[in-house]
C-alpha cells in the first residue's frame, strides 16, 4: 500500500468518526432519552407524558415535568401496542400521527449515502492519479519532471568529453529556435544514443543539454517500465510520449536503456520476456510516430551497445550515436579542475601530476578521488587539501583500505616483503614498463597482503607483443623472488598468475601472436564493449587439437616470462635481498625511496626470449 492510499484511508476514517460524533452530540443537545416500552407505558399511567408523536414503528414524546436545567424532557421508544391510541385517550395524552416519508424523502435516504460513497471514491482516486500511485495509475509514466528553471547544470559543469558536447550543441540550437534551424530542409535527429562505459557522465551530459537549451526535463530509467501487469510498459511508453508532446519543446532521457532494449528473441523463455518486447515495440512505434518538428528530442544513454535491438538503432529512431568516454589526460586535467573547485585546496598541488597518475579513471572515479581527499584532509585537521592527501586517496582506491589489524607472522611477512621487491625490481629493469610509484607490506583490500603500485604516465590505446611479454615478466617477479630467495613458493601469487595466463591466452588465441598457430583469431571479445565487466560463456570453434595446440602456447609463454624473471632477479640477487630487509623494517617504500635504496638499477641488456616452439601433437 503506498503512502499516499495509506494516507487518504486515514483521512477517511478521521471523517466518519467526526461525523458520528457530531451526531451524538446533535442527539445529546436535543435531549431526547430511548426508554424502554413497559417504563413508556407505566409513565403515561402515572400521567407524566405531555404529548407524543407516533409513526409505524417508533413513539416520541414530551414529559411534562421539565428537567433539572428547565428545558423539556423528551424521549423515544418502539411501538408495540397496538391500542395505544385508546391508552393515550383514557389518559388524556395529546397525541399526533408522523406521515410516512414521500417519493422525495424515500429518494434521497437512498441516494444521499450513494452519492457521499462515490464522492469520497472518486476524491481518493483523482489523489491516487495526481500523486502517480497505487493501482488506478500503474499504466501511468513514472518520468520524473524536472521544469526549466529548476535545471542548474550547463555545459560549464561538463568537463572532459568536448567532442561529444559539440554534437550536442546542433540539439540545443534546434530546440532555442526550431524554424530557423531548419530553413535549409534539415531537422534534427529524432534520437541521440549516449554510448560510454558507467561514470563517464552521460545522464550529466543530458541534464547539461537541457539546462543549456532551457526547456523541461522528462528522466526515466528504462527499468521502471516494466511491472507485474502485462501491458504497463506499452501503457507507460504511450504516457511518457504524451507527457512530452503537452511539454513540447523538452527533451526525454531514458537512462540505462539495455533494460528496456534488448534485443528480441536472444532467450527462448517466454512471459516476462514477451512483456518487454512488446514494451519495446511500443517504444519503435512511438519513434516512428512523433513528428520531429514538434520540439521533442529523446536522449538515451546505455554501457552495453552490443545487445541492443538492431531495430532501435537504425536510422530514423537513434539516427545518432555519440561516444562518452573515458577521458584522456587532458581530459583529466579539466575534471579535476571542475571537482577541486568545491574544496579548499593548497596552491601546491599539481593537478598535472594527479591527472597522469589516473590513467583510465572516469569522471565519477575522478570525483570520487577529490571526494577523498578531501575527507582525508579533514580527518586530520589540515585547513586545505593537500598534494600527499590526492596521492593517498589514488593509493586507496587503486589498492584499498588499509587493513592495519590484520596481523602476519614473521615468515609469511618476509615471504611477502620478498614477492612485492619482486614484482617492483623486475618492474625497474624491464625497458618501457611503467614506473613503480609504491610498495607496501601493509594488507589493503579484501585479500592483498601486500602490493606494489604501477601507474602509466600517458595514455596507451595499443600494446605491442613485447609490452604484454613484459607485463607477463613484471607479473611473475613476485612468484621468481619467492622461489629464489625463499627456495619455496606460497598461494600469494594466485592473482599473478591469473593475471598472466589471461593476456598469455588472448595472445594465443584472439591477437594471433603466436606463429604455430597463425594469424588466427580463434576467441572473439567475451567481455562487455566498453568496459571489463564480467566475462560470458561463449562456444569454442575450432577443433580438439587446436585446443591442445592453444594451450601448449599458453604455457610456453607464461614459462618464458616466469624464466625470464628469475634471471633477472637472479642477476641482481644482492639488490633483492637488501630491499626486502628495508621494506620489512618500514613497511612502506615509495618510488624515490626505492630508487635511492637500489640505485641505478641496470636495464636488462638482452631482448626479451621468445617462447619456445609448440609441439605439434600427433
Known amino acids: 500500500m503506498s503512502r499516499e492510499l495509506h494516507f487518504n484511508l486515514w483521512y477517511a476514517l478521521i471523517a466518519i468518526a467526526a461525523v458520528l460524533a457530531i451526531q451524538d452530540y446533535l442527539a445529546a443537545r436535543a435531549g431526547v432519552e430511548t426508554i424502554p416500552y413497559s417504563q413508556f407505558e407505566s409513565a403515561l399511567k402515572a400521567g407524566e407524558i405531555a404529548d407524543v408523536t407516533v409513526s409505524d414503528t417508533r413513539i416520541e414524546g414530551t414529559y411534562k415535568k421539565p428537567g433539572a436545567n428547565g428545558q423539556s424532557r423528551r424521549f423515544t421508544t418502539v411501538r408495540v401496542s397496538p391500542d395505544l391510541a385508546k391508552n393515550l385517550s383514557d389518559a388524556k395524552v395529546t397525541f399526533s400521527g408522523e406521515p410516512a416519508p414521500g417519493l422525495f424523502e424515500r429518494m434521497l435516504g437512498w441516494l444521499l449515502p450513494v452519492a457521499l460513497f462515490l464522492g469520497l471514491w472518486m476524491y481518493l482516486s483523482q489523489r491516487m492519479l495526481q500523486g502517480r500511485g497505487g493501482v488506478m495509475a500503474i499504466g501511468k509514466s513514472k518520468a520524473k519532471l524536472f521544469m526549466e528553471k529548476s535545471i542548474a547544470t550547463t555545459f560549464d559543469d561538463v568537463a572532459g568529453v568536448d567532442e561529444a558536447k559539440e554534437e550536442l550543441r546542433e540539439i540545443i540550437a534546434f530546440l532555442k529556435d526550431p524554424k530557423g534551424y531548419g530553413r535549409l530542409g534539415a531537422h534534427v535527429p529524432k534520437g541521440v544514443l549516449l554510448v560510454g562505459p558507467p561514470g563517464t557522465g552521460k545522464t550529466l551530459l543530458a541534464r547539461a543539454v537541457a539546462g543549456e537549451a532551457g526547456v523541461p526535463f522528462l528522466s526515466i530509467s528504462g527499468s521502471e517500465f516494466v511491472e507485474l501487469f502485462v ?21 526525454i532521457f531514458i537512462d540505462e536503456l539495455d533494460a528496456l532494449g534488448r534485443a528480441r528473441g536472444i532467450s527462448p523463455v517466454s512471459g516476462g520476456q514477451d512483456e518487454k518486447e512488446q514494451t519495446l515495440n511500443q517504444l519503435l512505434t512511438e519513434l516512428d510516430g512523433f ?5 521533442v528530442v529523446l536522449l538515451a544513454a546505455t554501457n552495453r551497445p552490443e545487445i541492443l535491438d538492431p531495430a532501435l538503432l537504425r536510422a530514423g529512431r537513434f539516427d545518432r550515436q555519440i561516444l562518452v568516454d573515458r ?93 612485492e621487491i619482486g614484482h617492483a625490481l623486475v618492474a625497474m629493469s624491464v625497458p618501457g614498463s611503467d614506473p613503480v610509484q609504491k610498495v607496501s607490506i601493509i594488507p589493503r583490500g579484501i585479500a592483498a597482503l601486500g602490493y606494489t603500485i604501477q601507474r602509466p604516465t600517458e595514455d596507451r590505446f595499443l600494446m605491442s607483443r613485447t609490452e604484454l611479454a613484459n607485463k607477463m615478466t613484471v607479473l611473475l617477479g613476485g612468484r621468481a623472488a619467492e622461489s629464489l630467495v625463499l627456495e619455496d613458493i606460497s598461494t600469494g601469487a594466485a592473482d599473478d598468475l591469473a593475471k598472466a595466463t589471461a593476456i598469455a591466452r588472448s595472445m594465443v588465441l584472439r591477437y594471433g601472436m603466436v606463429a604455430e598457430l597463425g594469424q588466427v583469431s580463434y576467441e572473439g571479445d567475451t567481455a562487455p564493449m566498453l568496459g571489463p565487466g564480467i566475462e560470458s560463456w561463449q562456444p ?43 621494506l620489512l623494517r618500514k613497511e612502506t617504500l615509495t618510488g624515490a625511496e626505492l630508487a635511492a635504496l637500489l640505485g641505478s638499477v641496470p636495464a636488462e641488456t638482452t631482448p626479451a626470449p621468445a617462447p619456445p616452439p609448440v609441439e605439434h601433437t600427433p
Open 231 to 251: 501491458g504497463v510498459g506499452a501503457a507507460r511508453v504511450r504516457d511518457l510520449f504524451e507527457q512530452a508532446r503537452g511539454q513540447a519543446p523538452c527533451i
Open 291 to 295: 513528428d520531429v518538428s514538434s520540439g
Open 327 to 419: 577521458p584522456d589526460k587532458p581530459g583529466r586535467i579539466a575534471i579535476l579542475k571542475v571537482h577541486l573547485r568545491k574544496v579548499q585546496l593548497d596552491p601546491q598541488v599539481a593537478i598535472e601530476e594527479i591527472a597522469a597518475l589516473t590513467t583510465g579513471f572516469t569522471g565519477a572515479d575522478l570525483a570520487n578521488l577529490v571526494n577523498e581527499a578531501a575527507l582525508l584532509a579533514t580527518r586530520r585537521g589540515a585547513p586545505a587539501v593537500r598534494q600527499q592527501d590526492l596521492n593517498d586517496a589514488i593509493e586507496r582506491i587503486v589498492a584499498g583500505l588499509e587493513k592495519k589489524t590484520r596481523v602476519l607472522g614473521a615468515s609469511e611477512r618476509r615471504a611477502v616483503a620478498c614477492h
Open 540 to 582: 569454442r570453434r575450432y577443433s580438439e587439437s587446436t585446443a591442445a595446440l592453444g594451450d601448449q602456447a599458453v604455457r610456453a609463454l607464461v614459462d618464458a616470462a616466469f624464466t625470464r624473471a628469475r634471471g633477472i632477479l637472479a642477476a641482481r640477487r644482492v639488490a633483492l635481498e637488501r630491499a626486502a630487509a628495508e
